[in-house]
């Protein structure tokens, strides 16, 4: 590629203080070339139009704008996900919650997984995508992020084992949409308290919907709505996997006991912060 380009790109994410401005710079470059980085050749032509459509790029990651909101795409545990500004992008932390889910999925041989609150469908997906005989529910309050979800489960054809649902679980009715009940139910619900989210890192704050951030004045709101129609939603011996915000995980053990759940698990992210509890019916 021309060395200018490619050196140029380094630098000015390098300045702007990019962690890993050599390889941003290949995926960005590699984008508007419109070739994968794996086959980038070591001198690809890059036009006018591919460099303007670079510095705009280059731009805007230095503006603070994800590298996968930029991509369009990002991976995912085992696949890789399309995103827009419309879905929360999926965090390596949430792949906890798919590992913890899979465990609990295989032992005891469940069939049908609800995900409230799916966004690009990263959670439900990843699962259906390992389990061949299993079914699921992805729900969203967001038409545009099931648009994003819908893409996914095409792409990873899993098409005739998914269902998407555009509801809140605010709506009377809510629990109508069902048929029946779930052997599991997964989510990664919006659980930022909405003081703190002005507080966020741009990345988040401006290119995450609030949507899929705000969790009310406490954070807690859908974990104490998930815990009100849990049991309408699962069956008897059915379980619940939730993402929780780094210190809610007391407090939701507290709002699902209390509505008779037994709690039979937590895990823990890289940095050791109880991310994911677990709960039987
Ligand atoms: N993980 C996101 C963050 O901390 C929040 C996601 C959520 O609200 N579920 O920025």
New binding site residues.
């Given amino acids: 590629m021309q060395p200018s380009v490619y050196q140029k790109t380094i630098e000015t994410l390098a300045e702007a203080g990019i962690e890993s401005p050599r390889l941003e710079a290949r995926l960005l470059i590699a984008d508007v070339s419109g070739v994968n980085v794996d086959d980038m050749p070591i001198t690809p032509i890059i036009d006018d139009n591919m460099l303007e459509n670079l510095n705009r790029n280059v731009a805007r990651r230095i503006e603070g704008m994800p590298l996968d909101k930029i991509l369009k795409h990002r991976e995912f545990y085992k696949s890789d996900f399309e995103v827009s500004e419309d879905v929360?992008s999926p965090?390596p932390?949430t792949e906890i919650l798919v590992e913890a889910a899979l465990k609990i999925i295989k032992e005891n041989n469940l069939k049908n997984v609800l995900d409230l609150g799916t966004g690009s469908g990263c959670i439900l997906l990843s699962l259906l995508a390992e389990i061949k005989d299993m079914q699921g529910v992805g729900v969203d309050v967001s038409e545009k992020a099931l648009q994003v979800a819908q893409k996914n489960t095409k792409k990873m054809r899993l098409s005739k084992r998914v269902t998407l649902i555009e509801k809140s679980w605010f709506d009377d009715g809510f629990l109508g949409s069902f048929q029946e009940p779930f052997d599991l139910i997964v989510s990664?619900?919006?659980?930022?308290e909405t003081s703190e989210i002005e507080k966020?890192d741009i990345s988040?704050r401006k290119y995450d919907p609030i949507v899929?951030?705000d969790?009310g004045e406490d954070g807690l709101k859908h974990y104490r709505q998930i815990a009100e129609m849990a049991s309408f939603l699962l069956k008897d011996e059915g379980y619940i996997l939730l993402?929780v915000?780094y210190n809610q995980a007391e407090k939701v053990k507290k709002i699902f006991s209390d509505k008779g759940f037994i709690h039979t698990g937590t895990v823990r992210d890289l940095a050791q912060i109880d991310r994911v509890v677990i709960f039987k019916r």
Avoid: S
């Fill in positions: 929360l965090r932390d990664n619900p919006p659980y930022i966020l988040v899929a951030l969790g993402e915000g």
